[in-house]
């Protein structure tokens, strides 16, 4: 064959491949505009459901916010129920199986220790059982709300696209689906607690009792509770205490290794916490006379977003109720909203709603009973899992002596879940409320309330243990000391109204003292660098509004990081620049920031970074021996354990103790300036100089559809294309990766016209949707948007078989 022939050969090969390529991707965009098309809501139109009592109207303006207009709740909360299915059917599904352990079935073996952990809490019985404690008023309308999510699922043309892709069959829904939901959020919120617990454990069982109450504070200095009660530092602990100079010699080398290591992680700093910011104005400081709430939570951020808008109405005798907020899809009910009368809005409490008690060896098998699950797994076998359980709760680890350790958790009680959110529908004022809110179970929650009359409240939400005192330690599981007897009633949570300030407000620290501490938990709390901000910003308002709430939601400054700043200046002198002159160009950019984390900011970066980096450097020195003895543990578990690690690295940085300095450096300054080395090469390998290192590069927002990973050539067509942003964990702009604002809302009960409602993503779930993102870039501009449905652009009535007078 001559060159000639060959070539042409090629050629023809080539152009028939691209062809057939071409032919193949065609077929597959036809396939796959097909299945998502088949599966969109109705949006127009009449629709007969035997279930409905009278007719339903869901209006849905060009965002595809709905407003169901019912002539009664019930019918609201079949149509809910309706809307919810025909939007987030696959949303509902994943929660309710990942509570109750059911993932592998979906996506495969890749879940399979996710399933397990959830299968330890055995939430499915505990759901089952907080269905029949319901009250008939709340069973019925839960009932209702399944009949209209089962019938919504039913009229679509084809199940939700996400079913084809997994090549799976959606399964009606149960009521205690709708308790999975909730469960699912203890997860979320809480699921993790006892694993910073069982560290803590290792913390104490290797260090000396002075070190770990100087690493794991209850609090700092940045705490603002809303008493006014501060905490006093922990004193650092002496060198007869416990020295690091003894061992240097011997742990030279293990220390470097593991540094070395941590040299490639340059800049994963403090772990995201499920939190969120709200605070509330009385109508004293307002031009309304009405109070004003502002809240915008913080979560894990997907494709679809975890909320779906709603604004629901129903005719009451001679009044129509109506609701406007967030809804979350499982459940028949306003999460976070204004009846327009009251507004309230959530955080999450980061109090202490579980203990591990330790079971002596000689008792673990009088009381450790063990039960078999089978996981069943998608194009695999099923897999067998153990759990053990006892009286007290589910053995979550085996101590090397014999002893177990078993996880008491109020999220084991089938009380720990209810529909009281319900009867806040009806509230009109924040007295009549915040009662209301002590019943109503689900994870801990902080809520801030505020009505149409001026007045603001605060109180928690969620069931809170009868005890004498909270713990975070392992204790005897039959010390009579630390038992639990039932539940507090509402007259005995904590409570404030109408304080002198004028305002409350609530960012994930500590916000009581003293018995209500003890109350609620001493542990576990953020850092109070957010809360201290948002109080301080609130304190100089002159007539706040609903701009001035949504300005201060989108504040990017780094108050927090100042001071990290001044010291690092300090640092980079005259005489350690000229020791180092390859580091003057980083003074430079440090000197020159304006304290603000902007995503195209070099001088944030390189403080922040500088911070995480001195961190490691110094905790890894002093928790050598915890992770030597326990080798799946490493430095990321403290930070994990404890967001008040702010509080002892500041004083070791400025004291600069010898006994507690890494023994890898000779010097502080040694440490220094190998963490400032590392971070000037590794940006200028980077990025070419340490100018083109922006925030942006390392602060993307990657928000993802849970299928998406599994399709490969079209995964990406289902999430957000990823951007540099604005914000960081440490200030009210919060952001992340794939973590920041689920929402962000601020309203006036009875002026609901003047609020604003921002979400990540928009209502749908399908990308074929007219709406499909609607709202997203109000959200990531910080643009203001309206609070209420605005004009209607689709219209749906849901008819029963028999029309009523």
């Given at each position: 064959m001559t060159i000639k022939t060959k070539n042409s050969t090629i050629k023809k090969a080539l152009i028939f491949s691209g062809i057939s390529a071409m032919a193949v991707t065609s077929g597959v965009s036809y396939w796959l505009w097909a299945q998502l098309n088949a599966s969109l809501p109705l949006l127009n139109g009449e629709i007969n459901i035997s279930s409905m009592e009278y007719e339903v109207t869901i209006n849905r303006d060009r965002s595809g916010l709905p407003s169901i207009v019912a002539n009664s709740r019930i019918d609201a909360s079949r149509a809910m129920g309706f809307l919810h299915a025909q939007e987030r059917f696959f949303q509902m599904d994943y929660l309710r199986r990942r509570a109750s352990g059911?993932?592998?079935?979906?996506?495969?073996?890749?879940?399979?220790?996710r399933d397990k952990e959830a299968l330890l809490h055995q939430f499915t019985r505990s759901a089952q059982q907080a269905y029949k404690n319901l009250s008939d008023q709340h069973k019925a309308l839960l009932d209702a709300y399944v009949e209209g999510v089962n019938t919504g699922l039913e009229k679509l043309k084809s199940p939700p696209f996400e079913y084809t892709l997994l090549e799976a069959e959606p399964q009606p829904w149960e009521a205690k689906d709708s308790f999975l939901v909730s469960f699912s959020m203890f997860m979320e919120m809480q699921g993790h607690n006892y694993q910073n617990t069982l560290y803590l454990n290792k913390l104490q069982q290797t260090l000396p009792e002075p070190l770990v109450n100087f690493l794991v504070p209850l609090g700092t200095s940045w705490d603002q509770p809303?008493?006014?009660?501060?905490?006093?530092?922990?004193?650092?602990?002496?060198?007869?205490?416990?020295?690091l100079n003894k061992l240097k010699e011997k742990r030279l080398e293990d220390l470097a290794l593991l540094d070395n290591r941590l040299y490639d992680l340059s800049l994963k700093g403090t772990p995201s916490i499920a939190g969120s910011n709200n605070w509330a104005i009385s109508g004293d400081n307002t031009e309304s006379g009405k109070a004003l709430v502002a809240n915008d939570m913080h979560l894990n951020l997907s494709v679809p977003n975890i909320w779906y808008r709603v604004?629901?109405?129903w005719k009451e005798a001679t009044k129509r109720r109506k609701l406007t907020g967030i809804s979350l899809p499982g459940l028949p009910l306003m999460i976070a909203g204004s009846n327009q009368h009251i507004a309230w809005g959530f955080t999450n409490s980061m109090g202490d709603w579980s203990d591990l008690l330790r079971i002596p060896a000689g008792k673990s098998q009088e009381l450790v009973t063990q039960i078999t699950k089978n996981i069943q797994v998608k194009d695999g076998n099923p897999v067998q899992h153990v759990i053990e359980v006892t009286p007290h709760g589910p053995v979550v680890e085996h101590e090397e002596n014999g002893d177990v350790l078993v996880l008491r958790w109020v999220a084991h009680s089938s009380e720990a879940v209810n529909l009281g959110l319900l009867d806040i529908e009806l509230a009109t004022n924040v007295e009549a409320s915040l009662p209301l809110f002590n019943k109503s179970n689900m994870t801990h929650l902080n809520v801030v309330v505020g009505d149409d009359e001026g007045n603001i409240g605060w109180t928690m939400l969620g069931a809170l243990p009868k005890r004498a005192h909270s713990v975070w330690t392992p204790v005897n599981y039959d010390d009579s000391k630390y038992n639990w007897s039932g539940y507090l009633t509402p007259d005995e949570y904590p409570k404030?109204?109408?304080?002198?300030?004028?305002?409350?407000?609530?960012a994930n620290a500590r916000v009581v003292s003293g018995d209500e501490l003890?109350?609620?938990g001493r542990e576990n709390y953020a850092l109070g660098a957010r809360a201290r901000q948002i109080?301080?910003?609130l304190k100089i308002m002159h007539e706040p509004s609903e701009t001035q709430m949504l300005r201060t939601q989108l504040d990017s400054r780094a108050l927090f990081l100042q001071r990290w700043q001044y010291m690092l200046l300090s640092i980079l002198s005259d005489e350690f620049i000229a020791q180092h002159p390859e580091l003057i160009e980083y003074r430079t950019m440090v000197s020159n920031w304006n304290g603000q984390a902007k995503k195209d900011s070099t001088g944030y970066l390189l403080v922040r970074a500088f911070r995480t980096q001195v961190a490691r450097r110094v905790f890894n020195g002093i928790l050598k021996d915890v992770h030597t003895q326990n080798p799946d543990s490493n430095i990321f578990n403290y930070f994990n354990l404890t967001s008040q690690w702010e509080g002892p690295l500041w004083q070791l940085v400025n004291e600069q103790p010898a006994h507690l300095l890494n023994p890898h450096y000779d010097s502080w300054q040694a440490l220094y300036a190998d963490a400032l080395i590392f971070l000037n090469n590794h940006f200028i390998n980077t990025h070419g100089s340490l100018a083109n290192a922006k925030w942006k590069d390392y602060n993307k927002v990657s928000i993802a559809h849970p299928v998406a990973g599994s399709l490969p050539l079209i995964g990406r067509f289902f999430n957000i294309p990823e951007y540099g942003a604005d914000g960081d964990i440490n200030m009210p702009l919060v952001q992340e990766q794939s973590f920041g604002a689920s929402m962000r809302m601020g309203v006036t009960p009875g002026h609901e016209q003047s609020g604003f409602f921002h979400m990540p993503v928009g209502q749908a779930s399908n990308p074929m949707s007219p709406y499909w993102m609607a709202g997203h870039k109000d959200w990531q501009e910080g643009a203001f948007s309206s609070f209420l449905p605005q004009e209607t652009e689709y219209s749906l009535k849901l008819l029963p078989s028999e029309p009523k007078e």
């Amino acid at each position: 064959m001559t060159i000639k022939t060959k070539n042409s050969t090629i050629k023809k090969a080539l152009i028939f491949s691209g062809i057939s390529a071409m032919a193949v991707t065609s077929g597959v965009s036809y396939w796959l505009w097909a299945q998502l098309n088949a599966s969109l809501p109705l949006l127009n139109g009449e629709i007969n459901i035997s279930s409905m009592e009278y007719e339903v109207t869901i209006n849905r303006d060009r965002s595809g916010l709905p407003s169901i207009v019912a002539n009664s709740r019930i019918d609201a909360s079949r149509a809910m129920g309706f809307l919810h299915a025909q939007e987030r059917f696959f949303q509902m599904d994943y929660l309710r199986r990942r509570a109750s352990g059911e993932l592998s079935a979906l996506f495969g073996e890749s879940f399979i220790n996710r399933d397990k952990e959830a299968l330890l809490h055995q939430f499915t019985r505990s759901a089952q059982q907080a269905y029949k404690n319901l009250s008939d008023q709340h069973k019925a309308l839960l009932d209702a709300y399944v009949e209209g999510v089962n019938t919504g699922l039913e009229k679509l043309k084809s199940p939700p696209f996400e079913y084809t892709l997994l090549e799976a069959e959606p399964q009606p829904w149960e009521a205690k689906d709708s308790f999975l939901v909730s469960f699912s959020m203890f997860m979320e919120m809480q699921g993790h607690n006892y694993q910073n617990t069982l560290y803590l454990n290792k913390l104490q069982q290797t260090l000396p009792e002075p070190l770990v109450n100087f690493l794991v504070p209850l609090g700092t200095s940045w705490d603002q509770p809303l008493d006014d009660k501060f905490i006093s530092p922990v004193p650092m602990p002496t060198a007869d205490v416990y020295s690091l100079n003894k061992l240097k010699e011997k742990r030279l080398e293990d220390l470097a290794l593991l540094d070395n290591r941590l040299y490639d992680l340059s800049l994963k700093g403090t772990p995201s916490i499920a939190g969120s910011n709200n605070w509330a104005i009385s109508g004293d400081n307002t031009e309304s006379g009405k109070a004003l709430v502002a809240n915008d939570m913080h979560l894990n951020l997907s494709v679809p977003n975890i909320w779906y808008r709603v604004e629901y109405s129903w005719k009451e005798a001679t009044k129509r109720r109506k609701l406007t907020g967030i809804s979350l899809p499982g459940l028949p009910l306003m999460i976070a909203g204004s009846n327009q009368h009251i507004a309230w809005g959530f955080t999450n409490s980061m109090g202490d709603w579980s203990d591990l008690l330790r079971i002596p060896a000689g008792k673990s098998q009088e009381l450790v009973t063990q039960i078999t699950k089978n996981i069943q797994v998608k194009d695999g076998n099923p897999v067998q899992h153990v759990i053990e359980v006892t009286p007290h709760g589910p053995v979550v680890e085996h101590e090397e002596n014999g002893d177990v350790l078993v996880l008491r958790w109020v999220a084991h009680s089938s009380e720990a879940v209810n529909l009281g959110l319900l009867d806040i529908e009806l509230a009109t004022n924040v007295e009549a409320s915040l009662p209301l809110f002590n019943k109503s179970n689900m994870t801990h929650l902080n809520v801030v309330v505020g009505d149409d009359e001026g007045n603001i409240g605060w109180t928690m939400l969620g069931a809170l243990p009868k005890r004498a005192h909270s713990v975070w330690t392992p204790v005897n599981y039959d010390d009579s000391k630390y038992n639990w007897s039932g539940y507090l009633t509402p007259d005995e949570y904590p409570k404030r109204v109408n304080p002198e300030s004028g305002f409350l407000f609530t960012a994930n620290a500590r916000v009581v003292s003293g018995d209500e501490l003890d109350i609620i938990g001493r542990e576990n709390y953020a850092l109070g660098a957010r809360a201290r901000q948002i109080q301080s910003g609130l304190k100089i308002m002159h007539e706040p509004s609903e701009t001035q709430m949504l300005r201060t939601q989108l504040d990017s400054r780094a108050l927090f990081l100042q001071r990290w700043q001044y010291m690092l200046l300090s640092i980079l002198s005259d005489e350690f620049i000229a020791q180092h002159p390859e580091l003057i160009e980083y003074r430079t950019m440090v000197s020159n920031w304006n304290g603000q984390a902007k995503k195209d900011s070099t001088g944030y970066l390189l403080v922040r970074a500088f911070r995480t980096q001195v961190a490691r450097r110094v905790f890894n020195g002093i928790l050598k021996d915890v992770h030597t003895q326990n080798p799946d543990s490493n430095i990321f578990n403290y930070f994990n354990l404890t967001s008040q690690w702010e509080g002892p690295l500041w004083q070791l940085v400025n004291e600069q103790p010898a006994h507690l300095l890494n023994p890898h450096y000779d010097s502080w300054q040694a440490l220094y300036a190998d963490a400032l080395i590392f971070l000037n090469n590794h940006f200028i390998n980077t990025h070419g100089s340490l100018a083109n290192a922006k925030w942006k590069d390392y602060n993307k927002v990657s928000i993802a559809h849970p299928v998406a990973g599994s399709l490969p050539l079209i995964g990406r067509f289902f999430n957000i294309p990823e951007y540099g942003a604005d914000g960081d964990i440490n200030m009210p702009l919060v952001q992340e990766q794939s973590f920041g604002a689920s929402m962000r809302m601020g309203v006036t009960p009875g002026h609901e016209q003047s609020g604003f409602f921002h979400m990540p993503v928009g209502q749908a779930s399908n990308p074929m949707s007219p709406y499909w993102m609607a709202g997203h870039k109000d959200w990531q501009e910080g643009a203001f948007s309206s609070f209420l449905p605005q004009e209607t652009e689709y219209s749906l009535k849901l008819l029963p078989s028999e029309p009523k007078e």
